[in-house]
C-alpha cells in the first residue's frame, strides 16, 4: 500500500476514534443531566446536584446542564453559587435565554435590582414573544418605585395577551401606588370580569375605593374577597379600619378578636 494513502488512513481512523470519544462523552454528560433534570422535578436537589456535577465532568461545556445547576443552587438558596453556575453558560453561550432568566430571578432575589433587570432586559431581548419576562421586568421597576416605567412594561406583556390579568394586577397596583385610583379600579374590575375569584383584585379594588372615601363600596369590596378566603387577615384588617373610621367600634373589635 502507497505510504501517503496509509497515513491518510491512520489519520482517519485517529479522528474517527478521537470524534467516538468525544460523542460518548457528550452521550454521558447528556445522560447525566437528564437524570438530574428528573430528580430536579422531585426537588431532591442534592442528588440532582450531584449529577449535573457528572454531567460536567463528561463535558464541561454543556450549557443545558450550567443552566440546570444554577437553577438547583437557587432553589437551595445559594443564589451566589448560582449565579456562577449561570455566567459560565453565557460564557459558552450568550444567547441562553434560560440562563438570563435564571441570572435575573437569582439577582432578584438577593435584592440587586439593577444586575436583575440588565438579565431580565436580555431574556426578553432573547425572546420578545414572552409576555412572563416582560412582566418579570415590569415587577422589578415596580419594587424600586419606577411605576411609570414598570406600567410600561406591563403594557407590552398586554401587547401580547390583552387578558394577561398578572399584567392588569400589577399595572392596576402601579396606578394605585401613583394615587390614579380611577385607572386602578378600571383594572381591577377588568380583571374581575375575566376572573370574578381573583380575590386579589377585590382586596386591592377596595384599598382604591377607600383613597376615594368610598367606604361603603370598599367594604362591598373588602366582603368580596372575604367570600373567596374568610381568614384573609389583611383583608380583615382593612376592613376594620374602615369600620373604625366610620365610628362602627363593636363590629371593628369583633374583627380584631377573631384575627
Known amino acids: 500500500m502507497n ?3 496509509f497515513g491518510v488512513l491512520v489519520c482517519l481512523l485517529e479522528c474517527l476514534f478521537i470524534l467516538s470519544i468525544v460523542c460518548a462523552a457528550e452521550d454521558s454528560s447528556n445522560y447525566y443531566d437528564k437524570l438530574g433534570s428528573k430528580l430536579y422535578t422531585t426537588r431532591n436537589y442534592t442528588e440532582a446536584l450531584d ?5 460536567l465532568a463528561q463535558n464541561a461545556s454543556n450549557v443545558d446542564a450550567l443552566v440546570h445547576k444554577g437553577n438547583t443552587w437557587k432553589a437551595l438558596n445559594r443564589l451566589n453559587e448560582s449565579i456562577d453556575s449561570y455566567k459560565k453558560s453565557l460564557e459558552l453561550d450568550g444567547k441562553k435565554t434560560a440562563a438570563w432568566s435564571g441570572l435575573a430571578d437569582a439577582y432578584n432575589s438577593k435584592k440587586d435590582y439593577e444586575n436583575a433587570l440588565n438579565a431580565a432586559e436580555k431574556a ?3 425572546d420578545k414573544k414572552n409576555k412572563a419576562f416582560m412582566l418579570r421586568e415590569g415587577n422589578i421597576l415596580q419594587s424600586q418605585g419606577r411605576f411609570e416605567e414598570a406600567a410600561a412594561k406591563y403594557d407590552g406583556a398586554l401587547s401580547i395577551d390583552p387578558g394577561y390579568k398578572d399584567a392588569l394586577y400589577r399595572k392596576g397596583l402601579s396606578s394605585l401606588a401613583a394615587n390614579n385610583t380611577t385607572q386602578a ?3 381591577f374590575d377588568s380583571i374581575l370580569a375575566i376572573d370574578p375569584k381573583h380575590k386579589q383584585a377585590y382586596n386591592a379594588k377596595g384599598q382604591a375605593l377607600e383613597a376615594q372615601g368610598k367606604f361603603t363600596s370598599a367594604l362591598m369590596a373588602y366582603d368580596r374577597a372575604l367570600q373567596i378566603d374568610p381568614k384573609w387577615n389583611q383583608v380583615l384588617i382593612n376592613k376594620m379600619h374602615i369600620l373604625l373610621a366610620q365610628g ?5 373589635m369583633d374583627i ?3 384575627i
Open 256 to 258: 380584631l378578636l377573631a
Open 248 to 252: 362602627k367600634q363593636k363590629e371593628a
Open 185 to 187: 379600579i378600571e383594572l
Open 3 to 5: 505510504m501517503k494513502i
Open 51 to 55: 449529577y449535573f456535577n457528572k454531567s
Open 124 to 126: 426578553t431581548e432573547f
